[in-house]
């Protein structure tokens, strides 16, 4: 069976403090590792999509990395409305997708 | 995810009742998905559906839930006899054709609360 964890849970970061967000997952056949963000009360936003190990994505100040067994959500300097949170999601054959339950970031002003 | 639209962002219910729930997806894509999200866990597959056919229906639940995307209209998901587990966000999700393995864009939800 597919499982995705995130960790931590929940982090706080100050503006500027640079951080990053774990994502690690066992899968059969992995078709592609997603990233999104979730806002209070809103639906996922798509941010990333990494297909093979080595793979790297930049968004402004969000990049993400994949490995063979992990993705990491590096955030650069962030700004109090990165404040969100951040869910990872693997997608198998069958197109479905796995999330993961999600690392809730707040940054402090 | 503007493009998905899903309604009603709020749905009522009391025990018993029957919920319908819709969902357009983004012009084009012939692709959807049903997600439910309960308070305080993740995202989980429901249920995967293409125009007239269920391709993935093993996140359902075997009883009470059911789903369609007709040839014309929105996509259903319909909940018959609602218990209070029920009670959770229910999200779609939609790909465009020979892209299921890129992104795939969500509505914002309908909230279902059975009391």
């Known amino acids: 069976e597919d499982q995705v964890t995130q960790s931590p849970e929940a982090l706080r970061l100050q503006e500027g403090e640079s951080s990053s967000l774990n994502c690690s997952y066992t899968?059969?056949?992995?078709?592609?590792l997603f990233w999104y963000r979730q806002d209070p009360g809103k639906g996922p936003e798509f941010l990333f999509t990494l297909y093979s190990a080595g793979e790297e994505k930049e968004k402004e100040r969000l990049k993400a990395t994949l490995t063979k067994k992990e993705s990491f959500l590096h955030i650069t300097a962030p700004k109090p409305e990165d404040s969100a949170t951040y869910l990872c999601?693997?997608?198998?054959?069958?197109?479905?997708?796995?999330f993961g339950e999600g690392t809730q970031l707040t940054v402090n002003p | 995810n503007a493009g998905v639209m899903q309604n009603p962002r709020h749905l009522v219910r009391r025990r018993g009742q029957e919920a319908r729930l819709r969902c357009s997806p983004v012009?084009?894509?012939?692709?959807v998905y049903w997600y439910r999200q309960l308070p305080e866990e993740g995202l989980k597959f429901m249920v995967y559906l293409q125009k007239e056919n269920i391709i993935d229906e093993s996140g359902m639940p075997k009883e009470r839930f059911s789903a369609e995307f007709p040839k014309e209209g929105p996509s259903i998901l319909r909940i018959q006899q609602v218990v209070r587990g029920d009670s959770a966000a229910y999200f779609c999700?939609?790909?465009?054709?020979?892209?299921?393995?890129?992104?795939?864009?969500f509505g914002q939800g309908t909230r279902l609360t059975v009391v």
């Open positions: 899968v059969s056949g992995l078709r592609g």
């Open positions: 999601a693997v997608g198998t054959s069958g197109s479905r997708l796995t």
């Open positions: 999700a939609s790909s465009p054709p020979g892209r299921v393995d890129t992104e795939a864009f």
């Open positions: 012009k084009g894509h012939s692709h």
